[in-house]
């Protein structure tokens, strides 16, 4: 089994076998990362490659519950879907994850371990995704799935969260 190492300074991203795994500490609590990674009105901000919007058509982030979101890039569209096997709020969840266009939607899903670990006030968020094989991977990864991570990372979700902290912020102090 080759890693292949996808990351940068801030994001570490890295292929082994049919895995990838996304790790990225936020400095922010992990209650408000929980909220804009799993909250419907918080993901149009940040989820997606840079310069695309994101339509959640369905998000129930509970065990049982199932997601979907379309992403326009480009003017085309690429919508992603799943469910929520096992949700523990603010510590972990698993969903799969399917390219939801045919045929790709009529194999088997990646599966996604997501877990936010409080490290003293800053998140440690990891994706873990198994893919159903080698192919599944490399596709993904040809496709840009890293590039758009690190975008995701480290522009989508970081900005969006400084945004919501300063909105916090200010309303307690005005409370």
Request: proline share 6%.
């Amino acid at each position: 089994m080759t890693r292949q190492d996808l990351g940068n300074d801030t994001t570490t991203i890295y292929t082994e076998g049919t895995e990838l795994v996304i790790e990225r500490t936020f400095d922010a609590p992990r209650e408000q990362v929980w909220a804009v990674m799993t909250s419907p009105e918080h993901i149009p901000h940040w989820w997606g490659p840079h310069g695309a919007t994101t339509d959640v058509v369905e998000m129930d982030v509970r065990p049982g519950g199932k997601w979907r979101w379309i992403s326009i890039v480009d003017g085309g569209q690429a919508p992603f879907a799943g469910e929520y096997p096992e949700v523990v709020p603010s510590q972990r969840i698993v969903r799969t994850s399917i390219f939801d266009i045919e045929p790709c939607n009529s194999g088997p899903a990646a599966v996604e371990t997501i877990t936010f670990d409080d490290s003293t006030g800053k998140t440690k968020v990891t994706y873990h995704t198994h893919f159903p094989s080698q192919e599944a991977v490399d596709a993904a990864v040809g496709q840009g799935m890293s590039r758009d991570t690190l975008e995701q990372f480290d522009i989508g979700i970081w900005q969006w969260l400084r945004l919501v902290i300063g909105v916090l912020e200010s309303l307690a102090r005005q409370a």
